[in-house]
Structures are given as C-alpha cells and as structure tokens.
C-alpha cells in the first residue's frame, strides 16, 4: 500500500513525464503505469511516454558499462580502475554538490520568508510603518508580505550596484583582476563560427531590437485596454533606459580594447544585459502568472541559461567587462523588482496570455530581423579582433637581448604569465619544422577520446598532451612537436608561435616558444613534478643544421618562476 500511495504521489506530481521518469527509477517503475491507468491518463500520451522511454532506457543503463568496458581494453588494468574509480567519484561529488546547494536554498529561503512574515505584521500594527504597509501592499492581502520581500530584495541589489559603481570609479574597470581575466579569457577562444553565434546572440539585447518590441507591446496593450499593465510595459522601458544612460555618465568607463571599432560610449553598465534582464523576465513572469504554470523550475531554468548566453556573447565579442555585466544584471534586476512592486498594488487585468506570447514574438522576430539583416556584417567587422601591435628591432639588439618588449614570458587565457619562453628562432615556419623533423621530432597524433579519459581522470598521462593547447598573445602554436629522450622515458614538447616583433633587415619572422617535458599528470590533486628543462643545442639537434647560428643565453628575470636563472637559445640564419 505505501508503495502505491507513492506511485500515485509521484504521478500527480508529475503528470504524463512520470511515464518517462518511472522506467528510471526502480522502486516506482512498475507502479507507474498502473496508477496511470486508474487516473485516467490517455492511451495516446502513455504509448508515447512509454515507447520513447523504452528506447532510451537499455542504452542509458548500459552504456556506462560498454565505456568503461572500452575503456579497459584500451587502458592498462590500473589506469582502467582508475577511471572508474574517479569517474563514479566525480559524479557523486556533483550530485552531492547540487544536492546540498539546493536543501541550503530552501532552508534559508524558508527562514527569510518567515522573518520577514513576522516583520509585515508587526508593520502593520505599528503606527509608523502604516503607510509603508498602504504604499506595499499587494492587491491580495493573503499575499502582501511578498511585498516586503520584493522591497528588501531590491535594496540588497541597489546597494550593490551603487557600491559597484563607486568601485568602478574609482578603480577604474580595466584594473580589476576580474575584468582582465575574464577579457583574456574569451580572447583566447575567439573563433569565426562563435563570432557568428555570439553576434546573433548579442542582438537579443540590442536596444534597438527591445525597445521598439517594448512600445509595440504597449500600444497593443492599450489598444486591447489593458492600461495597467501597458504603463508598467512601458515603465519598465523608460527606467532601463534612464538608469543606463545616468549610469553610463556617472562611472565613466572605457570599454576594453582590441577591436577594429569599438562603440564610443561608456562601458558601465552592459546595456544589452540590462535590457535582456529586464524584458525576457519581465516577460517570463507575467505570462507565468497569467497562465498559472505550477511547476515553474524548469522554466526558471531555461531563461536563466538565456540570460547568461547574452550576458557571455557581450565578454566573449570583447565590447564589455565583467563588472559592466554584474552591473547590468544588477540593474535590470532592480528596475524589475521596483516595478513588479507597483504592478502587484492592482489584480491582473484578463489578459489572455497567448495573445500576449504571440504579440511578442512576432514583435521581437520582426524587430530582431530586420535590425540582424540591416547590421549583422558590419558589425562582424567591427568586433573582429585587432592585432596587437608590431615592435621593431635591430637584428643585433635581438641576438643580444638588449632593449624593451623582448619575449621571455607566456601568459594564460586569463592574462596570467604562466611559462618561460625558452626559444627564439628567426626562420621560416615551414624550414624550421623541416629541420626539426629531420632531427628526431614528430608531429604529435591528435586528441581522441582515450586522451580525453586520460585528462578526466587524471591517470599517468606521460604520452599525451593536454587537450587545452597552451597559448601566447591569445593564439594556439603555430607549430607543435614532440620528442622522446633518455631513451624514450622522457617526452618533451616544443611549441613554437609566430611574435608580433619585426627584426629589421631579416627576411625572416621571429618565431618565439618552448620546450619542456610532459607532465606525468595535469591533476591539481597530486603534486606535479618539475617540467623545467635545460634547453641546449643537443636537446633540439642530433646533428647541427649547417646554414643556422645558435647561441646560448642565460637571463636573470626578476619574477615569480624558479629558477630565476634561465637558459635560452637564439638561432638565426648565417
């Protein structure tokens, strides 16, 4: 009997899906369809529910086994344990994490919500606070604590958006850690296809795709009657626009570098983010609330992932810093929550939230193509990446490593200098691997998915590089090789990119890069051990090219790295 009583709380609770989700889940796989039968689900429903379910169900269950049973053929019997081992243990942690952050989420959730239930009726019996209650009150009174929530709640975020600004301005935005970390980041992962999915992207939130979908919502609200909610349309648009400009003013912050042409307005706040905040929630809720959808999370969850794609596509195309970012989701979280305030004073007019919906749609499909047709290549070439600049030397200076911006350093894709770059070769790429591949160096096989369990489960990884290449000035190497030495139980890797230096007189580019063995394992668990290496002429040739100089340099660099000493080589052309 308990068994049942469940079956049938876990079908009402989840309607139809509970066809789908009870073959998963073993205690109520055979009570489901029954309860179904008795609540009086349709046939048509349940044969659908049940034949998708029935497929997916045989290889969800045995596909782990079949990737691991791969896997083990494929691995040596310990490194295959292994990855079982950490495969079971990481996704316990993750469930365990997402658990645990939810039950924290409610509970806290709960206690606030009965604080602050306690404090509206103290409020209200209280002479003082008396006209507090009239001006926040909610059109129902069962429900007019929720008032005092929404208020606390949007002074939290006005106070955090004020003590950003003050931050931003004084700090100023490109010397905070965050923003540089974040810009080089997304720099470093530009490629022409994501150029144009974060550019289709970023015109969700343009505001000249917004605002108009905005006024054709109100004139169609007032048109159809509904002037309440066709004035808080209309509010929420006037006080986006009017906190962004004021905003903008006030930080007076410059927008990042690096682009062909950049807009010529402040920085913070992000506009777009502002605006997408503002509008495809405000948005969200009211149909939710017009509809009366009670299982709401999934829903929640869809736009919050949509938000953060804007939000990304504004880092990623570089015409944004994160702080630009929180600031926007800060204020458009504030405008929505001060004017949710004000609408909740009065009952919903009857609006008919399909009206409503394809109202929207259409306003935002029309505004949204037209403004994407009319400016999408022009500003692909504006958001196109720019250069760094180009610094000159004399051929001497170089080979003596005398004068400023000498390459010694590579830094990571969040702008941290991470490597020594140990080698610096003036020549041909195509020579240069030429030579290399005639004196013991190989072109190193590409990734596949064994490298893939290797880097997951952070087993012995000696043969294999990371699947992440290492970058300088935001780019990949141009050329990447490997090698084996003492006698194949040691494998070295040479990286090598193109500089932006320009030696005067030479025919040639400056290649700079590194050589350095391949960690036995990338794992922030285990200590790695030292992957430093002495560079020397007989480490990169078996047998010296005859037409090549190469020099032997030490450097004293005042940095973090050990050791402060470093050996480099310069080869160039005879």
């Keep these: 009997p308990a068994l049942l009583e469940n079956g049938e709380h876990f079908f009402r609770k989840y309607g139809s899906m509970s066809v789908f989700i009870g073959r998963f889940v073993g205690p109520v796989r055979a009570l489901v369809p029954l309860v179904a039968g008795m609540l009086g689900l349709k046939p048509v ?21 079949i990737l691991l049973g791969a896997a083990s053929l494929e691995l ?40 602050l ?8 019996n209280s002479a003082f606070f008396k ?58 992962i530009r490629t022409p296809s994501r150029d144009n999915i974060m550019l289709a992207l970023t015109f969700l939130g343009d505001k000249k795709v917004l605002l108009p979908v905005m006024v054709i919502l109100f004139g169609w609200l007032i048109f159809r009657k509904y002037t309440y909610t066709a004035w808080h349309v209309l509010a929420l648009g006037i006080l986006a626009a009017g906190g962004i400009e004021i905003l903008k003013l006030l930080a007076h912050s410059s927008r990042p570098w690096g682009l062909v042409h950049n807009s010529e307005s402040f920085s913070f706040p992000s506009g777009h983010t502002t605006l997408t905040v503002i509008f495809y929630t405000g948005l969200t809720l009211l149909l939710m609330q017009l509809a009366h959808i009670k299982h709401r999370r999934f829903i929640y969850y869809l736009l919050t992932l949509f938000i953060l794609a804007v939000s990304a596509s504004r880092l990623y195309l570089g015409v944004h810093w994160f702080t630009d970012v929180l600031g926007g989701w800060l204020l458009g979280s504030s405008v929505l929550l001060l004017v949710a305030i004000s609408y909740n004073r009065q009952k919903n007019e009857n609006i008919k939230p399909g009206e409503l919906l394809s109202v929207a749609l259409i306003a935002l499909i029309l505004c949204y193509g037209q403004y ?40 990571n894709r969040f702008g941290l200098s991470t490597q020594i770059l140990n080698l610096q070769w003036l020549g041909s790429l195509t020579d240069i691997e030429n030579i290399l591949l005639t004196n013991g160096w190989q072109i190193p096989p590409k990734n596949d998915w064994i490298d893939v369990l290797h880097r997951l489960s952070d087993v012995n990884s000696t043969e294999h590089l990371p699947l992440v290449s290492p970058i300088y000035l935001d780019k990949k190497p141009a050329l990447t090789l490997v090698k084996w030495i003492q006698g194949g139980k040691k494998l070295v890797v040479l990286r090598l990119w193109e500089s932006r230096i320009v030696i005067q007189n030479a025919a040639w580019p400056l290649q700079v890069g590194s050589v350095e063995v391949v960690p036995r394992t990338y794992s922030w668990l285990f200590k790695r051990k030292a992957t430093a290496i002495a560079l020397t002429p007989v480490l990169l040739f078996t047998h010296m090219p005859a037409n090549y100089e190469v020099k032997e340099i030490t450097v004293h660099l005042n940095s973090s790295f050990h050791p402060r000493t470093q050996y480099m080589l310069l080869i160039k052309p005879k």
């Design 372 to 411: 994407a047709l009319r400016h999408f290549n022009s500003f692909k070439q504006d958001y196109a990446l720019l250069e760094r600049p180009v610094v000159t030397l004399s051929q001497d200076a170089w080979w003596l490593q005398q004068g400023k911006n000498l390459p010694f350093y590579r830094t």
């Design 131 to 188: 006209p507090v209650t009239q001006l926040l009150k909610h059109h129902d009174h069962q429900k007019s604590h929720g008032q005092l929530i929404l208020t606390t709640w949007f002074i939290v975020l006005g106070c955090a958006l004020l003590y950003l600004l003050i931050y931003v301005m004084f700090e100023g935005s490109q010397h905070i850690a965050i923003n540089d970390i974040v810009f080089h980041f997304f720099r470093s």
């Design 76 to 115: 040596p019997t310990d490194v295959a344990v292994h990855v079982i081992f950490m495969l079971f243990v990481t996704i316990f942690l993750i469930m365990f994490i997402i658990w645990f952050i939810q039950k924290m989420f409610r509970l806290i959730g709960k206690h606030i919500d009965k604080a």
């Design 117 to 124: 239930t306690q404090r509206w009726i103290h409020m209200t």
């Design 45 to 65: 429903r349940f044969y659908i529910a049940n034949i998708v379910s029935a497929i997916g169900w045989a290889p969800a269950y045995m596909l782990p086994g």
